[in-house]
């Protein structure tokens, strides 16, 4: 079992960054893709980023291109969203997320608990 642990979150202006942090205490993320989602209130869930496991390739979500950046950390114990320029459509609560591939056909099966962000002046 994969205990995923998010941080970051909080309240920003619009413009402003936040970077989330996600990471497994006692595990490693290693071997898992990470994705980053995040979910607004009566709207589905969507997938802003993905990281592969191998590699390390990444795949953003069209609305966040050019604005988040996911990373891993070298030690590969946390995955972070860098979240620039952020927009107040981007207010929600952001989960991370670990599986074996990015494939929209192959989800995620550990999941951690969210954090919330709000973009507002």
């Known amino acids: 079992q994969l205990r995923l642990v998010e941080s970051g979150g909080g309240l920003v202006q619009p413009g402003g960054s936040l970077r989330l942090s996600c990471s497994a205490p006692g595990s490693t993320l290693e071997h898992f893709a990470i994705g980053w989602f995040r979910q607004a209130p009566g709207k589905e869930r969507e997938r802003v980023s993905c990281?592969?496991?191998?590699?390390?390739?990444?795949t953003y979500a069209d609305s966040v291109t050019g604005r988040f950046t996911i990373s891993r950390d070298s030690t590969q114990s946390s995955v972070y969203l860098q979240m620039n320029s952020l927009k107040p459509e981007d207010t929600g609560d952001y989960f991370c997320?670990?599986?074996?591939?990015?494939?929209?056909?192959?989800?995620?099966?550990?999941w951690g608990q969210g954090t919330q962000v709000t973009v507002s002046s």
């Open positions: 990281i592969r496991s191998s590699g390390g390739s990444t």
């Open positions: 997320a670990a599986g074996r591939s990015c494939s929209d056909y192959d989800p995620p099966y550990y």
